[in-house]
């Protein structure tokens, strides 16, 4: 006998290295995960599981942060998310109630703006519970003074550090405080 295989060996090994091939090959390649820009300058719709996704993290954000302000406000504190909506900015400026504080953080790395607000009234009632004042004591409304910007913007801080945390696991922004100031 020769030692060079015929046709059929030759179409048998052939078929079964085919086989073997196809045997290693995933049934089909995964595709790439699709990530979706959201631009937040203008309103958009956002699809239903986007939606319930910010909504869940925030209302965790709320329930974390009630904990830590009732902590270091010594009293109970309850915070919820009682709206949701995408604005422009101006329609959001034009939505805050007076008299306001506002806070205005960066989001990095868009450098795109983020505005928190805060009423006067629940901020000095925060402020005087940071200096001791009583639960039931109601702050008089008054001209905020650099002692009291600066305890505003020691809470607005603190509001944007949680909140941070929500946005880098959401979208990968971090957000830094840049400026705190009476709404005019």
Do not use: Y
Not at 13 to 39: C, F, M, S, T, W
């Amino acid at each position: 006998m020769s030692d060079t295989p015929n046709e059929d060996q030759i179409a048998e090994l052939l078929g079964g290295a085919e086989h073997e091939a196809a045997a290693k090959q995933p049934a089909k390649p995964r595709r790439p995960r699709r990530v979706r820009e959201l631009d937040f300058s203008r309103p958009m719709k956002l699809n239903p599981v986007e939606q319930r996704r910010f909504e869940a993290a925030h209302v965790t954000f709320c329930r974390d942060l009630s904990v830590r302000l009732s902590t270091e406000l010594r009293s109970p504190i309850e915070l919820d998310v009682t709206n949701f909506a995408q604005l422009t900015w101006a329609t959001a400026v034009r939505e805050i109630t007076q008299p306001s504080i506002l806070a205005v953080a960066c989001a990095s790395p868009l450098e795109s703006s983020v505005l928190l607000c805060l009423e006067e009234p629940i901020l000095l009632a925060m402020i005087e519970r940071l200096l001791g004042g009583g639960v039931l004591e109601s702050p008089v409304s008054r001209t905020m003074t650099e002692i009291d910007m600066a305890l505003a913007r020691r809470i607005f801080s603190s509001l944007i550090d949680g909140l941070s945390v929500v946005w880098d696991e959401l979208l990968d922004l971090r957000l830094r405080l840049t400026e705190v100031a009476p709404q005019q």
